[in-house]
């Protein structure tokens, strides 16, 4: 089991650091998502530049994992602004995020786009993990990998981990 953490670890690290943008799915149990999101955290432990965002919500669709997703990252920004202390005021998730008109696909990459601005200038990456249970009685429509590569013709079971890595295109600044 070592052996195949360590390529698991070996084969995540190799996609973070390369440069360009990258969608990785795991298909896993629920038992094997928790060895995955310990590699990740070691990750990024080991890296003081980069963002690793990690989500466990189950969700009967797409469009509610995208709902969850949004209230996660709000929640997050909350208590990030309320460690920093008054006037740390962070901007809010974009109304595109939250337009239920809009696509889940269109309304993730506004989610990941706001979290990309909010990173400091310089070499940073966003490394996005969407962590399912592959318990939960989703259906294939809900499949995180549709919010992350919309034009992508590698199906993914419900049960499946999708990693999105989305470096900054350019530095801000």
Do not use: K
């Amino acid at each position: 089991m070592q052996a195949v953490l360590t390529e698991l670890e070996s084969l995540l690290a190799g996609l973070v650091e390369r440069d360009l943008p990258g969608v990785l799915v795991v298909a896993c149990s629920d038992v094997e998502t928790l060895y995955l999101a310990q590699v990740l955290a070691r990750l990024d432990e080991r890296s003081e530049s980069d963002l690793f965002l990690t989500f466990t919500d189950a969700a009967a669709t797409t469009a509610a994992l995208v709902d969850a997703l949004a209230d996660n990252l709000a929640l997050q920004q909350a208590n990030l602004a309320e460690q920093l202390g008054p006037g740390a005021a962070l901007p809010d998730l974009p109304a595109l995020a939250r337009d239920p008109a809009a696509s889940p696909a269109t309304r993730f990459h506004a989610l990941v786009d706001h979290v990309l601005a909010l990173l400091p200038p310089g070499d940073h990456r966003l490394v996005i993990a969407l962590l399912p249970p592959a318990s939960h009685p989703t259906s294939a429509s809900s499949s995180p990998s549709r919010c992350c590569a919309p034009h992508s013709t590698r199906a993914c079971a419900w049960s499946c981990a999708t990693i999105e890595l989305a470096p900054r295109t350019s530095p801000r600044q």
